[in-house]
């Protein structure tokens, strides 16, 4: 298939670009010039870039007429960490996700796929079920995915586009941004330095990278529309995954469990209903404990080099 990638440079977008490439799929992504591409750098002869970004569609419409892509699978959103939350540039956002799909409508692209996250829901319901559990954001983000959710599916139909929305948990793995817990954790014990983490009694549905990108190509990839997580459905204590690659490191002496407090209002249990996604045929690669041997020899070659 010929698919139009966006966010191809991210974290989640990487290891999707490297999947679909994988399957022989011809990848068009759209990167910004001052883009940072150090995740794919490997693979971008195998890409083909478009220059531009979500706010000017000068180039994708250039690039794309006449030879429009049979999926679009729409990953870019503003990530950057502690700001994202209850950042304005969400609102710009929802505006130019439906800008896009009612651009590669006009070019003749019949099916939309966009990304979305479990926070969307009431979060406090613990076990998320896409056709069960009450849909209650509670930020800014989370508010404007779900908008997005609503808008891209409604517009797709008054417009003949067919369309999905997927919805990522907790995603880990090797290319992960630093600040982020894993990374935090496994790089704070290579380096022999303590670790100081809430009490970790907080359960979540944690995702290997890999796993991760797999669902999104099969769901993308598939007929499905609608809402569809993209989870482990395997509940496990945040403090257990700190413990485990403390034991994986050899550095349990160094773990201080209950040096921070944790944020007010945090749920003790957030995990998701993977049944939709598996019927596509989807099954995760990677245990736990395999997925965060996979990340910690990441890490090292990091290191190494």
Known sequence: M???????????????????????????????????????????????????????????????????????????????????????RNLELIGQTLALLQLLASL????????????????????????????YPASLYAASKLSAYYLTEHLG?????????????????????????????????????????TSGEQVRDYLHITDAASGLCTAALSDVQGAVNIASSEPIAVKQVVQDIAQLIGGQDLLRLGAKAGSPGDPSVIYGNSQRLRE???????????????????????YAA
């Open 2 to 88: 010929r698919i139009l990638l966006t966010g191809a440079a991210g974290f989640v977008g990487s290891h999707v670009t490297r999947a679909l490439l994988a399957a022989s799929h011809e990848v068009i992504t759209l990167i910004r010039p001052s883009t940072d591409t150090w995740r794919i750098d490997d693979i971008l002869p195998q890409v083909t870039i478009i220059n531009g970004d979500l706010a000017d569609h000068s180039a994708l419409k250039a690039a794309l007429t006449g030879k429009p892509p049979d999926l679009c699978l729409h990953l870019a959103w503003y990530a950057e960490h502690g700001k994202y939350w209850h950042s304005p």
């Open 108 to 135: 003749g692209c019949l099916r939309f796929v966009g990304t979305g996250t479990c926070v969307e829901y009431d979060i406090t319901q613990g076990y998320l079920d896409e056709a069960t559990s009450v849909l």
């Open 157 to 197: 139909r008054q417009i003949g586009v067919q369309t999905a929305w997927l919805r990522l948990f907790y995603i880990y793995g090797p290319m992960e941004s630093p600040n982020r817990l894993i990374p935090y954790v496994i790089n704070s014990l290579l380096a022999e330095h303590v670790v100081e983490t």
């Open 280 to 302: 596509l045929g989807w099954r995760p690669r990677y245990t736990l404990k395999e997925g965060l041997v996979d990340t910690i020899g990441w890490w090292k070659k990091c």
